[in-house]
C-alpha cells in the first residue's frame, strides 16, 4: 500500500485490510482514543497492553466492538508495541484458519498449540523431545482416525533432538490437523473428542510449552491474539464461550479473544465477566448524544484519510459527505471511497465527484437495509427521536447491534442508527 497522490491509486490505499508492519509508521493515525473514549486517558488497548506484561494477574482478555471499528489494526499495533518489549506475540485469524459456522473451544485450544509451537521456532526455543512426543501421542492414542505413521515418526525422531528441527517436524502434524478442522467433517469430530475429554491434560501441556518459551525470552510469557472471533453469530459465540470460559481464560499466559460487541446486552455476558477482562473499542464519534456535529471526531478521521491520500482528490464537501454518511465506521467510510475511485477512475476523472460518493453509498444503504425487516422499524425510529441510552429490548438490540444497523458510542454509553439507515427512513417517509 502507498500513499494516493491519484484516484487509481486510492482502490488500493482504502483496502479494508488492517494496517501492519511497516505500514503502520505511514498510515496509522495515534490521536482516535479520546474521540473514542471521550477521554484521552482512557484506552482500551493500552490496559491491554499493561494486563499483558503483569505477572500473575488474569491475562484473558475479551475485547469487543463493531465490525470494522479499527479492531484489527489496533491489535496489529499492539502487537508491534508488545514485540518491541521482547514479548513474542502471535495473531490466528480465525476466518482463514477455520470454518466459522462450525467453531468450537477446543479448535481454539488446538490452534493454541501450534501458535506457541510457531512462536518457539521463531525464537529458537528448545522445546524437550518428551514434551513434543507427548503432545504426539496425546493426539494418536485412542484415536479412530490415527495421524500418519510415517509424518509422527518424522515428528518424534525430530523431537529428541530438542531443537528446532523437532518442532518444524511436529508442526507440519499440525498443519494436516488444521486443514481437517476445517474441511473433514469426521476427523473433526475425533479431535474435538480428544480435547472435551483430556482438556486439563491439553492445558498442561501449553502449559509447559509457554513455560520453556518464557524461559528464553527472560521470564516474558508468550501472548495469542485470535482474530475474528466478534464476526460469530450470537449463539456460536455463546456455544464456543459461555460453557467453556473457565477454560478458555484459564491459560497460563495472555491470550486477547476479539467478541461481538452486541454480547454484552446479554445477561449471559454478566458471568463472562468473572472469567475475563473485558474492554470495548467504541466507534469514533462524529454526533454527539444530542444530534449535533462532533467536530473533534469527524477532524481525526479527517486526518485518517488524510494519511492515505490527497485530499485534493475528494470534490468539495465530498469527503464531509462520506464521513457524516459513515457514522464513524472506518469499514463503511474505506468501502465507499474505495468504491466512489473506482467509478471515478472508470470515467477517467481525477477526483471524487459527489454522485461518485451517492452511488457508493447507495450501494452500503441497500446492503445495510437488506439486513431489516418492516417490524424493525418501530424500534429504529424511537432510537432516533431519542431513546439511545435506556432500550429496554436487548435482544432487538443485540439483533441490530450485530447487523451493524445501530453503532454504539462510549464515554456515555448510548446509540444511534447508522446514518444511511436514518436517510432511508427519511426516504420513506417514517421521519421527518
Avoid at 244 to 263: E, K
Avoid at 352 to 380: H, N, P
Avoid at 383 to 398: A, P, R, S, V
Wanted: net charge negative.
Amino acid at each position: 500500500m502507498k500513499y494516493a497522490n491519484h484516484v487509481s491509486e486510492m482502490i488500493n490505499a482504502f483496502s479494508p485490510e488492517p494496517l501492519k508492519g511497516e505500514q503502520m509508521k505511514a498510515f496509522y493515525c495515534n490521536d482516535t482514543m479520546e474521540y473514542r473514549m471521550s477521554d484521552k486517558y482512557d484506552s482500551p488497548i493500552e490496559d491491554i497492553f499493561e494486563i499483558c506484561q503483569e505477572e500473575e494477574t488474569q491475562n484473558a482478555c475479551l475485547l469487543l466492538g463493531h465490525k470494522g471499528c479499527g479492531k484489527s489494526t489496533e491489535l496489529n499495533r499492539l502487537s508491534a508495541q508488545l514485540t518491541e518489549k521482547g514479548y513474542r506475540v502471535k495473531t490466528i485469524v480465525c476466518s482463514t484458519d477455520l470454518d466459522m459456522f462450525n467453531i468450537v473451544y477446543s479448535d481454539l485450544f488446538i490452534l493454541m498449540g501450534e501458535a506457541l509451537l510457531e512462536i518457539a521456532k521463531e525464537c529458537r526455543c528448545a522445546i524437550s523431545g518428551d514434551i513434543l512426543n507427548e503432545m504426539m501421542h496425546f493426539w494418536d492414542e485412542g484415536m479412530e482416525t490415527t495421524l500418519s505413521r510415517k509424518e509422527e515418526a518424522m515428528a518424534i525422531e525430530g523431537g529428541m533432538s530438542a531443537e528446532t528441527p523437532g518442532i518444524f517436524n511436529v508442526l507440519k502434524i499440525f498443519a494436516k490437523m488444521k486443514a481437517d478442522l476445517k474441511y473433514n467433517e469426521e476427523i473433526r469430530k475425533e479431535y474435538r473428542k480428544k480435547i472435551s475429554i483430556r482438556s486439563s491434560e491439553w492445558m498442561a501441556l501449553l502449559k509447559k510449552i509457554a513455560g520453556e518459551i518464557t524461559k528464553k525470552t527472560e521470564g516474558k510469557a508468550p501472548i495469542i491474539i485470535f482474530e475474528d472471533l466478534d464476526k460469530l453469530n450470537p449463539e456460536d459465540a455463546w456455544n464456543v464461550f459461555y460453557n467453556y470460559a473457565a477454560v478458555l481464560s484459564g491459560m497460563s499466559f495472555p491470550v486477547i479473544y476479539t467478541f461481538p460487541i452486541g454480547l454484552s446486552y446479554d445477561t449471559r455476558f454478566a458471568a463472562m465477566e468473572g472469567y475475563f477482562v473485558t474492554k470495548t473499542l467504541p466507534m469514533i464519534k462524529i454526533e454527539t448524544i444530542a444530534g449535533e456535529p462532533f467536530t473533534d471526531g469527524i477532524g481525526v478521521i479527517r486526518e485518517i484519510v488524510q494519511k492515505r491520500a490527497d485530499l485534493q482528490l475528494f470534490e468539495e464537501d465530498v469527503l464531509d459527505r462520506l464521513i457524516h454518511s459513515s457514522g464513524g465506521s472506518l469499514r463503511d467510510l474505506f468501502r465507499t471511497i474505495h468504491s466512489a475511485a473506482k467509478r471515478a477512475e472508470r470515467r477517467n476523472s481525477g477526483s471524487i465527484s459527489m454522485e461518485d460518493a451517492g452511488r457508493a453509498l447507495e450501494e452500503v444503504k441497500t446492503s445495510l437495509t437488506r439486513r431489516i425487516e418492516k417490524k424493525d422499524y418501530d424500534f429504529l425510529v424511537r432510537i432516533y427521536q431519542g431513546n439511545k441510552e435506556l432500550i429496554e429490548d436487548k435482544q432487538m438490540l443485540l439483533k441490530m447491534l450485530q447487523a451493524s444497523v445501530v453503532l454504539e458510542y462510549n464515554g456515555k454509553r448510548w446509540h444511534n442508527l447508522h446514518p444511511l439507515v436514518t436517510q432511508f427512513f427519511k426516504e420513506q417517509g417514517l421521519i421527518g
